[in-house]
């Protein structure tokens, strides 16, 4: 058979300005079944003309798409197309798996996924390349399909494999000669964890990665696996920089160490950067982890930093963190010369016009390299939607807008458009108003820490800077929409009351007294410090 996989249209706004993430979803799936001829198509990247696109449709017997919430229309769209050509059609991914009825209802979508995808793929394909393995579609778990009267059928949900190191090496060969890069360098990702015990209010991964009779279900590679993965990149690529890319790399820290000592022990870190995603409370707790970090040559870290306002923190669930920590932490990556890209909410239910301006306020003051203003989002299919859909909050019933650039709800405080250009002041406060010179000063500087990024200047230039402003123009981002309020810093900052690291430290230590996070219930977590 011939399978066509395909990364749906890119979004206009949002991260995609500077990022071009490769879909490690689809090479994932696509090595459950390498005996089937494979084609990557990824409108990221690849040029598109529509008579061309069809008639290489023509050529495929089935599709694979996968979509995140704001792409599902593009992804529909491909489908459509994609059935129009005689294609069967399957789509997985985030939203398929978080509101399955939204994708299965339409005619052209032959077989919807729910959750993890390899083994329900390959039972899928098996099915249609002439019932290989001689089962019933209502056998094949994690799908959701049409039946003969057009009604929605939602099979039993798909058990997590407990061992990651069951599944293929993904087919990475399926991005050869493609450009994907992360502010300029390029950059593969690699997955060593599935799952995440913390639960933030706001996130969607504890719906994707988990049986439903069990909490969380968090499931890691095995440090061989992970290490035969790094060199089949680094082989294949010579990128310059690997993205361990789960939400939370430092989740169980002595696993995170285990990796990090076979890293430098293997030397690979000579060869080229890291980067990961990590949390302020874990490295506060762990700061032996941001020297080893360092010295197995990450030099980037995507951190939640969301808000200065300890009451936001709380109700997003992240009591553990405190804005203290939050600078020490940030100052204590940025001495060593690893660069920092923060994500920072805007208008958390809770939060005035002045708290979020001394939110952007303080972000500014952090320093970081660089900074996502998303305002908050609730995603389709997690409880906090369901929370804010009744308390009439949700204005926005187009996906299309849950890119984390555009607000889909207001709240008390704010309404959807005061939040939207409270993004938009936050956006031009930090990108506006020397922040160009500063990271010039740092980045240009041949003997400073951050020297690392001059190997990668040309193209950090052009998609980092002129990609990320030119999307900021296109919005309408200029310092004109900075607020009087947000330009007098002395008076905008006198009610935040910064505490010193020590009550950082006690509150910690609280917290730890109430237990408010037991590792020992968290499956698959047996050595958190
Ligand atoms: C790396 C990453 C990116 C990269 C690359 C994205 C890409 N091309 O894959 C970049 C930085 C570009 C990115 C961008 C965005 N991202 Co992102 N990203 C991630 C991250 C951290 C890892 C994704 C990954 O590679 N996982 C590993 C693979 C193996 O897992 P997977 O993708 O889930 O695929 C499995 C299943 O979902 C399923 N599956 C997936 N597709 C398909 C298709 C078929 C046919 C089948 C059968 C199965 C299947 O099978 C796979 C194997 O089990 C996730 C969080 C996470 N932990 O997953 C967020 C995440 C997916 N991103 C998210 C969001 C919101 C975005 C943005 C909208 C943010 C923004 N505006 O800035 C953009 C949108 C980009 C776009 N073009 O539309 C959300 C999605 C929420 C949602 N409801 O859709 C997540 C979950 C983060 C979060 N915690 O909220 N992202
Ligand atoms: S730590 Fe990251 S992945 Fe985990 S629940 Fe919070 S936002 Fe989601």
Partial sequence: MKILYINPARLQSGMDAI????????????????????????????????KKFRSELNRYDAVAITSMTPQVYSALDVAKMAKEQGCTTILGGYHPTLVPDFVAKHDYIDFTVRGEGEHTFKEIIDYIDDNKNDVSIKDIDGISYKDKNRKIIHNKERELELNLDNFPMPRRELLKGKLYTYLGTTTRQV???????????????IKMWRNSNKPITYRTKSIPRIMREVYDVYNREKPDFIFFCEDNFTINVKRTNKILDTIIKSRINNKMHFSCQSRVDTLFRNP?????????????????????????????????????MVKHVVKSLRDKGISIFGGVIIGFPGETKRMVRQNIQNTIDLDLDCVQFTPITAFP???????????????????????LFHPMMGTLELTSKEMYRLVAEGYASFYLKGWLLRRA??????FGKFNWMLSCMGRLIKQGVLGGLSMLYSQGITTKVISDELKNKEELMKDVNLPVQESAVQRLEQILEFKTLKPEKIEGISEQT
């Fill in 381 to 403: 299919g997690t409880d906090f939607y369901d929370e804010m859909k009744e308390l009439g909050r949700i204005t926005a019933n187009n996906y299309k807008f849950y890119d």
């Fill in 441 to 446: 000063k740092e980045y240009l500087n041949p």
């Fill in 19 to 50: 990022i071009t993430g490769a879909p490690l979803s689809l090479i994932s799936i696509a090595a459950m079944v390498p005996e089937h001829e494979a084609k990557l198509f990824d409108f990221k990247i690849d040029k598109y003309h529509e």
């Fill in 191 to 205: 997955e060593t964890s599935r799952g995440c015990p913390h639960n933030c209010k706001f996130c969607c991964i």
């Fill in 288 to 324: 032996d982890l941001i020297e080893k970090l360092y010295k197995a040559n990450f030099r980037q870290v995507f951190l939640g930093i969301e808000s200065v306002h300890q009451q936001s923190l709380d109700a997003m669930n992240k009591r553990n963190t405190t804005p203290a």
